[in-house]
């Protein structure tokens, strides 16, 4: 059986049946421990990789499959793991394809109910590809410039903090730990030790690089008040009891604009699209009704209403 369009829409109800078969495998790891001794060249033309009797499955379609589980488009190669992995991939494929092969033996293809679902996922495809790249056009590079001037400015005169901090349950325990470290004891041990903060605590507590607004108000308090070298007595936070140590201070440091200009497009783009959106509601002729048929008043704006600006 040959894909058909409803075929591509149904794909996406009956995938969650399968997603054992394709998100279970711990990719980053086997990338590194099995890749194969020669990584396999790239096909220069799509081919037939499964046929299940006279039903093909293309290379295109598992690559674009395996591509999807990675957003962000940081998918590794997927000829970079060997064949016991690439086989398991295949195998989810597969067992979709057999999956929709039944459903549609049975009629579900013929559903009402589904034929609705369909009908609201291509909805939202269409939509998402539209404003995807309706999103482009709205930004220029002389807005992306723009905004990339107005970060330089903000920070120029603010400072950075290069800090570790243990972290723990109760005050007591802070306190025993800021006099082991003032009576010589070694910060990088006792992080790794006693702070309830794991991820940071496996590295000696370091937090690396941080502005004041990166981090709670109380932390940022007592973290700017150091000097380099210092380390507070415990500051209470909604996380517990912290200790900091203050490793170093610096202006802010500003990457380059071609470093920030991806970011800055996904900034821009929230603003463009919402004031987009807002264009053609506040053109398009909207009425709206209460239960009773009188007509009641719609706002087009997007902009969430705040509780005291209610009337």
Request: aromatic content about 8%.
């Amino acid at each position: 059986m040959k894909n058909t369009a409803n075929k591509s829409a149904l794909r996406a109800l009956v995938l969650a049946a399968c997603t054992t078969f394709l998100t279970a495998l711990p990719v980053a790891s086997y990338a590194a421990e099995t890749a194969p001794a020669e990584k396999a060249a790239e096909p220069a033309k799509d081919y037939t990789i499964i046929k299940i009797g006279n039903d093909d499955i293309k290379n295109s379609e598992v690559l674009d499959s395996w591509k999807n589980l990675f957003p962000g488009g940081s998918a590794p190669d997927f000829n970079s793991f060997d064949e016991n992995i690439r086989q398991n991939v295949l195998r989810g494929l597969v067992s979709e394809r057999l999956i929709y092969n039944e459903a549609v033996k049975a009629g579900y293809d013929k559903d009402p109910e589904v034929k609705k679902r369909i009908a609201s996922l291509e909805k939202q495809v269409v939509m998402q590809g539209f404003m995807e790249n309706k999103a482009k056009s709205l930004i220029s590079e002389d807005e992306l410039k723009a905004a990339y001037a107005e970060k330089v400015a903000a920070a120029k005169g603010t400072e950075e903090v290069k800090a570790r901090h243990i972290l723990v349950p109760t005050e007591e325990e802070a306190k025993k730990i800021y006099d082991q470290i003032k009576k010589g004891g070694d910060f990088d041990k006792l992080a790794k030790e006693k702070s309830a903060d794991k991820g940071s605590g496996a590295n000696g507590g370091e937090l690396g690089w941080f502005t004041k607004d990166k981090m709670v108000p109380e932390f940022a308090e007592a973290a700017y008040k150091l000097k380099k070298g210092d380390v507070s007595e415990p500051v209470k936070s909604e996380f517990g009891w912290h200790v900091i140590k203050v490793e170093d201070r610096r202006p802010v440091q500003i990457a380059s604009y071609d470093d920030m200009k991806e970011a800055l497009k996904g900034e821009l783009a929230n603003k463009a699209v919402q004031k987009y959106v807002e264009g053609l509601l506040k053109k398009s002729d909207i009425k709206y009704y209460s239960v009773d048929g009188k007509e009641k008043p719609f706002s087009t704006s997007l902009t969430p209403v705040k509780k005291d600006e209610k009337k």
